[in-house]
Nanobody, 122 residues
Framework: VQLQASGGGLVQAGGSLRLSCAGSGLTFVFYGMGWFRQAPGKEREFVSAITRNSESRSYADSVKGRFTISRDNGKNTVYLQMNSLQPEDTAVYYC????????????????WGQGTLVTVSS
């Protein structure tokens, strides 16, 4: 199983980025997908998750109303549209796959991507 995250970069506060995570070696539709982030010196934290057929989405309070998660099962890809970015959103963003369900707990996920760095300047 491989999860390849991309789309990170440097953006000014108030700007937008769209992260992508492409999965291979797994039956993508069997997996709930999550996004997590880890800032320097901090623990990995939940950002958002989406169920297998997009029936349900979950967001951390800190990103609700600014970030949108979506997926395209035909392309084995999950996305995270991030708007109104703030310096506190600076982190390495990871995508993760969990069989059949979603969770806000990183320990519940089976597979992880390598991470993509998002830096928001003030």
């Amino acid at each position: 199983v491989q999860l390849q995250a991309s789309g990170g970069g440097l953006v000014q506060a108030g700007g937008s980025l769209r992260l992508s995570c492409a999965g291979s070696g797994l039956t993508f539709v069997f997996y709930g997908m999550g996004w997590f982030r880890q800032a320097p010196g901090k623990e990995r934290e939940f950002v958002s998750a989406i169920t297998r057929n997009s029936e349900s989405r979950s967001y951390a309070d800190s990103v609700k109303g600014r970030f949108t998660i979506s997926r395209d099962n035909g392309k084995n890809t999950v996305y995270l549209q991030m708007n109104s970015l703030q310096p506190e959103d600076t982190a390495v963003y990871y995508c993760a796959a969990k069989r059949f369900a979603i969770s806000t707990m990183p320990t519940q996920y089976d597979n992880w991507g390598q991470g993509t760095l998002v830096t928001v300047s003030s």
